[in-house]
T-cell receptor, first 115, second 114 residues
């Protein structure tokens, strides 16, 4: 099992450019998440998908869109990149059963720089 | 709303010394609590979790944490630090009635001196 995979690993964009971050999991998990990590702020939730066909905003959704393509894949799109979106982006997945105790599994991250 | 506070963004210990990383949370209902570790340029890996069973939880790599409801704390400890423990550690809380979202603390970077 590869677990959670993310592409690309690194990306540099100019302000105003667009791009899509890809995420896939092979654990048959129902729930998937996108976070951004900034120094001193921990991880902040951008969007999540509790199950295939549903998506919801997290704490910091502005400037992003998501697509839950199927059960395995959850992509994050930046339509018009801004320097404030320079960050490390993590995708995570969770089995999605009712209890909150089930942990999330994280991908290796995408390091994005917007100039 | 739930929140997590990690006291000390940087902690430095000598190899062989006790490691203590502090985590306090606020939650309106009994929470589920997690500690994750992040090594440089990697994703987050689960160290241990509290799920309302035993209050003292043992995790990987010799770490453990104790849930103290009266203090709303979930501090992470290891009796003897190893150089390989140098990493960033994140405490997180989840509530079943909050859509099972994870809320993270700001992280604590652990440095281990030889």
């Amino acid at each position: 099992n590869a677990g959670v995979t993310q592409t690309p690993k690194f990306q540099v964009l100019k302000t105003g450019q667009s791009m899509t971050l890809q995420c896939a999991q092979d654990m048959n998990h129902n729930s998937m998440y996108w976070y951004r990590q900034d120094p001193g702020m921990g991880l902040r939730l951008i969007y999540y998908s509790a199950s295939e066909g549903t998506t919801d905003k997290g704490e910091v959704p502005n400037g992003y869109n998501v697509s839950r393509l199927n059960k395995r894949e959850f992509s994050l799109r930046l339509e018009s990149a801004a320097p404030s979106q320079t960050s490390v982006y993590f995708c995570a997945s969770r089995s999605g059963r009712a209890l909150g105790s089930y942990e999330q599994y994280f991908g290796p991250g995408t390091r994005l720089t917007v100039t | 709303a739930q929140s997590v506070t990690q006291l000390g963004s940087h902690v430095s210990v000598s190899e062989g010394a006790l490691v203590l990383l502090r985590c306090n949370y606020s939650s309106s209902v009994p929470p589920y609590l997690f500690w994750y570790v992040q090594y440089p340029n990697q994703g987050l890996q689960l160290l241990l979790k509290y799920t309302s069973a035993a209050t003292l939880v043992k995790g990987i790599n010799g770490f453990e944490a104790e849930f103290k409801k009266s203090e709303t704390s979930f501090h992470l400890t290891k009796p003897s630090a190893h150089m390989s423990d140098a990493a960033e550690y994140f405490c997180a809380v989840s509530e079943a009635n909050a859509g099972n979202m994870l809320t993270f603390g700001g992280g604590t970077r652990l440095m281990v001196k030889p």
